[in-house]
């Protein structure tokens, strides 16, 4: 408030051991976060802080966010939001990167191929062309409308679905932020089995009821396809190729399509001491470090890079007692690779690239 009667724009602060930031929107709602400070570039707290506003937008409509008219009962509609939000501060719980990285979480398999026509067939069905199947809270195929929302619709729709309690079906009004912040969609989703959900956003028709009847008709006889590619979590991947057994996790993201495609288990459960909740904070944490200091993506902001560089850094490592990390672009793809402390430092950047040709050469990984 100081900064604004005197015409400064104040963006963020921090104290001994927090990060504070903040931005207005609409002029009607000012979002405030606080958190450990990281030493990240602010990039990342500016797009937690959109993600939350594209929250209140899918759930409440730009219009309900944009003209406030009774604060207290605003109060009570933006209420719907916390399982959502609470999700995405809760992130680091998560196998899911979608909202560090802008880019959806995928799930690679061989049975996706087949399983695209099952869902295309369900599309036209629901008379819509937006559907994706999800698996474990990841998209496993989508139609190529589906494919076309931006990333952050994308992701908030994953986020949704994950979000809420399991059920057998549901019928949601959703705005999407970038195509149709005022007019709401419906998203329909059906338990297919347990952690397998099939998506369909639709207009005013067809009824939920209806849909429901056709489920087992055009789904029964995936059966069997779906209880192999629920075997690929938590690896989230099957690909012929072998990879090298120093690497303990990583994250594939595509900034053209929008998709990312990570792992913490490379080579299913193992004994390695660095546990599950470290691998992914290590991950998470390492991602944040290199974009907008040393990488741009698609997190808005991360593009302006520390001003004393003349030149596009392509590569760049971090080495530990405890582990080693290994960041590589390779346009449009990125990898960020964690290895065990007993990997040669100079071997990091041949293995890098020869698992990131391995990954986006396999026919089972559509990045």
Sequence with gaps: ????????????????D?????????????????????????CHMMNFIGYVLSIMVLLLGREDVKAIKNVERFKKDVRV???????????????TFGDTVNAVDTIASSENTVLQSFLDAFADCAASPY?????????AVAT????????????????????????????????????????????MTFQLTRNVEVCVLCGPSPGLT????????????????LRSILLVHPTNFSISSTLDTSL??????????????????????????LEEHERRHILRSYYKHVVGNFFSSKVEGSGKGPSEFTHVAMDTYLTTDTHKCYAMLSPPHQIYALYKPSIPTFAMRSITEKTLFALIKDKGVQL
């Excluded at 939001?81 to 719980?93: A, T």
């Excluded at 559907?131 to 998209?139: D, F, Q, S, T």
């Excluded at 594939?252 to 080579?267: A, D, G, M, Q, Y």
Aim: with cysteine; aromatic share 8%; hydrophobic share 40%.
């Design 1 to 16: 408030m100081f900064a604004n009667s005197h015409d400064v724009q104040l963006v963020s602060t921090v104290t001994d």
């Design 18 to 42: 927090s990060k504070i930031v903040w931005k207005s929107f609409y002029d009607s709602v000012t979002l405030i976060a606080v958190a450990e400070d990281d030493h990240a570039d602010d």
């Design 81 to 95: 939001c916390f399982p959502m939000i609470d999700r995405l501060i809760e992130r680091c719980d998560l196998l």
């Design 131 to 139: 559907g994706c199947l999800m698996v474990h809270g990841k998209v």
């Design 144 to 187: 190529r409308k589906w494919w076309s929302l931006t990333s952050e619709e994308l992701v908030l729709l994953s986020m949704l679905v994950s979000s809420l309690t399991q059920c057998s079906s549901r019928d949601i009004p959703v705005f999407l932020p970038n195509l149709s912040p005022e007019v709401p969609h419906r998203l």
């Design 210 to 225: 209806e849909l429901e009847e056709e489920v087992g008709r055009f789904w029964r006889a995936s059966y069997d396809l």
């Design 248 to 273: 303990l996790g990583f994250v594939l993201v595509n900034t053209e399509t929008n998709r990312c495609l990570c792992s913490i288990f490379p080579h299913g459960n193992d004994d390695d001491p």
